[in-house]
Nanobody, 126 residues
Framework: QVQLVESGGGLVQAGGSLRLSCAASGRTFSRYAMGWFRQAPGKEREFVAG????????SAAGSVKGRFTISRDNAKNTVYLQMISLKPEDTAVYYC???????????????????WGQGTQVTVSS
């Protein structure tokens, strides 16, 4: 059974930084792409960033490109989301997800992921 546990969320002022972590267990982590998604109050969950199984290819939503960086450490079964220059509109619950198919890319399609974490709250004050 796959388990994903996010950590690192919190309250930060606009312009500040946070690093989210997601620890995975229950599957051979190094074979699977990972993604970060977020859901703000009253809005649908949206793609933030994705990374392929090896860490060699990443993608990010336009709204966070240049500010958020996804990375992974396969030795630690962990994926990270480094967030800088945070804005109030980045306030959301952030979820990590593990893709269902091995050796694939980190897509923006939520249906491509078959395991999700419980989420971690990020609040950016103005």
């Amino acid at each position: 059974q796959v388990q994903l546990v996010e950590s690192g969320g919190g309250l930060v002022q606009a312009g500040g930084s946070l690093r989210l972590s997601c620890a995975a267990s229950g599957r051979t982590f190094s074979r699977y792409a990972m993604g970060w998604f977020r859901q703000a109050p009253g809005k649908e969950r949206e793609f933030v960033a994705g990374i392929n199984w090896s860490g060699g290819t990443t993608s990010a939503a336009g709204s966070v490109k240049g500010r958020f960086t996804i990375s992974r450490d396969n030795a630690k079964n962990t994926v990270y989301l480094q967030m800088i220059s945070l804005k109030p509109e980045d306030t959301a619950v952030y979820y990590c997800a593990l893709r269902g198919s091995p050796y694939a890319s980190g897509t923006a399609e939520q249906a491509d992921y078959d395991a999700w974490g419980q989420g971690t709250q990020v609040t950016v004050s103005s």
